[in-house]
C-alpha cells in the first residue's frame, strides 16, 4: 500500500476516533445526571410512592376498605425505593440527557435538518408525559376498581367500614397487596402508554424524512388494527376494560398521524413546487401508450386471432 493511501486512512480514522471520544464524554455525562437525579428522589422515595399509591387508595376509599400495601419480603422495601428512584431519577434528568443527545447530533445536521428535527425531540417528552399521566389519571383508577371488584366480604357482600367489627358469617376475600406488584404493575401501565403516545411522533417523523405515507399508512389500516390488539393484549393486564382503552386510544393516534403524515407531505409538494422541482406524476402506463400505435393494433389483432 502507497504512503498516500496510508494518510488517506488515518485521516479518515482522526474524525471517527474525535466523535467516540466526544460519544464517551456525553455517556459519562449522562450517568452521572441520571445517578444525581436518582441519589435525590432516593431520599424522597417515599412521598413519590404516596404519591403512585393515590389512584390505589381512592378506589379503596370508595369501597370503605383501609388503603394498605404489605411488604413480602424483608428486602421489598428497599426495592421499591430503588424502583422508584430509579424512575424518578431518569425523569428528572430526562432535560439534561436529550439536550446531550441533541448536541452530539447536532453538528452533523445542516440547519434545515435541524429545523425539522428539534420540533420533534421537544414534543417526544410531552408526548410521553401527556401518555403517563392518562395512564395515571384515567386508566389506573378504572383497571384497580375492575381488579377489586373480585373481593368478597363474607355473607354481606360488602366491604365492613374501619372501625367495626368483623362479625360477619362467610369467607372473606380481600386485597392485601404487595408494595412491590403495585408499584411494578402502576410504572407498567405509565411506561406502556408514555410508549404508545410516541406513535404520532414517530410516524410523523418518518413521513417527513419520506419514508412513510399518508396514502400508505391509510391501505395499512387492518394490519395497524390487528398490531395494536396485540400490543394491547401485551402490554396491559388480562383486564378487557383496559385493553378497550388502550386500543381506541392509541388507533385514535394512528388516525391523527395518518393527518399529520398528510399535512407535512402537502407542505413538502408546496414547497418543491415554489421551488420548481416538482413535477407532476405521469398517468397509469397503459394511458402513456398511443392507442392509434399501428404496432399496438397489430398485437392486440394477433391476440384476437388466437382467443378465437
Known sequence: MSRAADDDIEDSAA?????????RTRLIK???????GMVICFTVA???????????????AERGQNCDLIFIKPQ???FVAIKVSLLGGFMLSFPYLANQMWRFVAPGLYRSEKGAFLPFLLASPFMFILGASFAFYVVTPLAYDFFLGFQQFGAGGEAVPAGEPQNRPGLSVVFQGSAQEYLNLTIKFIVAFGLCFQLPVLLTLMGKAGLV????LKTMRKYAVVGILVLAALVTPPDVI???ILFVVVYGLYEISIFLVGRVERKRIERLKAEGAWFEEDEDEDEDIDADDPLLAEFEDENDDRKA
Open 15 to 23: 474524525p471517527l476516533i474525535e466523535h467516540l471520544a466526544e460519544l
Open 30 to 36: 449522562c450517568v452521572v445526571a441520571f445517578l444525581i
Open 46 to 60: 417515599t412521598p413519590i410512592f404516596n404519591f403512585l399509591t393515590a389512584p390505589l387508595c381512592q378506589v379503596l
Open 76 to 78: 421489598e422495601g428497599f
Open 213 to 216: 405515507g399518508a396514502e400508505g
Open 242 to 244: 383496559t385493553q378497550v
